[in-house]
């Protein structure tokens, strides 16, 4: 990933969490995030949410008691519910676009002080300068 800018020092809201969006739907992706949704929640799932951006799992953020709350959905989703390996993605996308978590702030790859960069074609941005965070 890289930070566009520095994100603790954006206007975040106070009162919700915030998560990157990539610039793919859901359903674009059948090679991963399609087949983790399936496998993790089914079909009837998937056919609600397949139409929304791809949420990524690896840059989620807020005020502490708000990521507590997000954290406690998290767990029970993951672990309470069928365990299923490689699902926290998943787990993200469904607790979003099913509004279970909310509400929601995002960061776009475009103008967000975040860029994810595992499904871009060509990176384009709004913003002057980026420094980037070591992705394995």
């Not at 959905?73 to 978590?101: C, G, P, W």
Request: contains cysteine; proline residues 3%.
């Amino acid at each position: 990933m890289f930070f566009q800018t520095n994100p603790f020092l954006e206007n975040w809201s106070k009162t919700s969490i915030a998560v990157t969006k990539e610039s793919w739907l859901i359903r674009q992706d059948n090679k991963y995030n399609v087949k983790w949704i399936l496998r993790k929640f089914g079909k009837k799932v998937l056919s609600a949410i397949q139409h929304q951006s791809i949420l990524n799992g690896g840059t989620i953020f807020g005020p502490t008691q708000f990521m507590i709350e997000f954290l406690k959905e998290m767990t029970h989703v993951l672990f309470d519910n069928k365990y299923v390996r490689v699902s926290d993605q998943a787990s993200l996308n469904y607790l979003v676009h099913t509004d279970i978590i909310k509400p929601v702030a995002f960061s776009d790859n475009i103008s967000g002080p975040i860029m994810t960069l595992a499904w871009e074609n060509q990176i384009k941005t709004k913003r002057k300068c980026c420094f980037c965070v070591a992705s394995v």
